[in-house]
């Protein structure tokens, strides 16, 4: 996978003079919580030199980059049936914009750019605009192929995200899961704004709880394709796949290290399901729980001296946490009889989780340190297997129970929902990766 990135296209340096140090500056609050979507324009794409065929390249840009942006949540894109500026005769630096025309329909931000193609294939330049201040902001340019015009894109977007924001996004990024085939269960992976469906998984079996090791590189999951349900790994770059853990009973995997030589795991090997730590080169095991009770879906918090995990030691299913070793086990949750699935934020300080909630699965946030739970969901379907997105601002769930199912994604407040794949026959287990080289 790498190397196929690396091959797409060739990035040109910044080019263009943007006004201060604009990487040291966050235009954007978005964690204030009077947040509000900024009004951004996109222009449509001017040819820069004469093109016999333009492919309607100047609106299939404009398009794809307002589709990017409103995914992000971000920002509220301006209707270009609103534009005042003669996009005929206006150009597309500072000089050749009218910025009063832009104010005046509310814009606070304008992106603009232009293309042209010749035998060394596809140029590109993009340049986002501080509509107020009237002064350019960011500029690339981005040479490939014409077939990478929408990596072109998303490569933007990027930038313009972390210049407005000072986080990258997450277009960089695949969302696993699993989807019903027939009688089987398949692992497939998707992009953050729903596109390239990939099939990972062909067993024609079931095939259950996708895992992403910290580099990308890796898929741990459960499979009976040899008639029990174990633990392999599949190597993405390669297509080859490892058995990790074939122990009689359940064999289910839960998060890696961040080194990707460890792999938290579930194995009932020895009657009750517990939690182990398995080094996966060599499948040692290092045992966490001893208790009389189930201990299944083991997270690890992100500086990895604690793990998150489900057990029904005090009756109903509830989320503990221990500490990296299996000591010091305390109970997180307190309201509702049945907990599961814990999710532990990027950031650290929340742990997402599914509740029942009037015989509803809905998703919800806590503290680390305990406390009232925030309900996320509310419609009166399954909402199941919350996954965080690499920022910690978006999580990734599946929907079922209304004749359909599917995956989405939500702003972590719970507002911005959209739909990432719809399916009739069942989606389940969303699993986010890792910002992807």
């Not at 929408?150 to 407005?164: C, G, N, T």
């Not at 742990?351 to 009166?380: C, H, K």
Request: charged share 25%; hydrophobic share 35%.
């Amino acid at each position: 996978m790498r190397n196929q990135l690396k091959m797409i296209f060739i990035l040109f340096a910044l080019f263009f003079t943007a006004s201060g140090d604009v990487w040291g500056k966050v235009y954007l609050d978005i964690d204030s919580p009077s947040f509000h979507k900024f009004p951004l324009a996109v222009a449509e794409f001017k040819p820069l030199a004469p093109v016999a065929k333009a492919d309607n390249l100047n609106t299939w840009f404009a398009d794809e980059l307002s589709r990017c942006l409103e995914i992000t949540g971000y920002f509220h894109i301006l209707d270009r049936k609103s534009f005042l500026e003669d996009q005929q005769k206006a150009g597309i630096t500072a000089e050749g914009i009218h910025f009063d025309d832009w104010t005046t329909i509310g814009a606070e931000y304008l992106v603009k750019g232009g293309f042209q193609t010749n035998t060394q294939g596809l140029t590109a330049e993009f340049r986002l605009f501080d509509v107020v201040k009237g002064e350019l902001v960011l500029g690339k340019r981005y040479l490939g192929k014409p077939e990478d015009k929408k990596k072109m894109v998303l490569r933007f977007v990027d930038e313009l995200l972390s210049v407005l924001t000072g986080e990258s996004g997450n277009f960089n990024t695949r969302i696993a899961f699993v989807k019903k085939n027939g009688t089987a269960k398949e692992i497939y992976t998707i992009n953050f704004d729903g596109s390239d469906l990939r099939r990972i998984t062909n067993y024609n079996s079931l095939t259950l709880a996708p895992r992403w090791s910290a580099d990308g590189r890796f898929l741990a999951f459960t499979s009976y394709k040899d008639g029990n349900p174990d633990i392999y790994m599949r190597n993405l770059e390669s297509g080859t796949t490892k058995k990790l853990a074939s122990y009689r009973g359940v064999n289910l995997p839960g998060s890696w290290s961040k080194n990707g030589e460890m792999l938290l795991v579930t194995l009932s090997r020895e009657g009750n399901a517990d939690i182990y730590d398995m080094n996966v080169k060599n499948s040692l095991l290092q045992r966490l729980t001893r208790d009389f009770s189930i201990d299944v879906s083991p997270v690890r918090s992100p500086d990895e001296k604690s793990v998150a995990f489900v057990s029904n030691r005090n009756g109903a299913p509830q989320v503990y946490i221990m500490e990296a070793d299996g000591g010091n086990v305390r109970l997180l949750t307190r309201q509702g009889n049945y907990n599961t699935t814990p999710a532990w934020s990027p950031r650290g300080g929340k742990i997402a989780y599914e509740g029942s909630v009037n015989g509803r699965f809905q998703l919800f946030l806590i503290d680390i340190a305990g406390g009232e739970p925030q309900q996320l969901t509310f419609d009166p379907w399954d909402h199941e297997s919350p996954s965080w997105s690499p920022d910690g601002r978006y999580l990734a769930y599946s929907v079922s129970g209304y004749g359909r199912s599917r995956i989405e994604i939500m702003n972590a407040d719970g507002k911005n929902v959209r739909v990432l794949y719809e399916d009739k026959d069942g989606c389940q287990s969303a699993a986010w990766s890792p910002r992807l080289k």
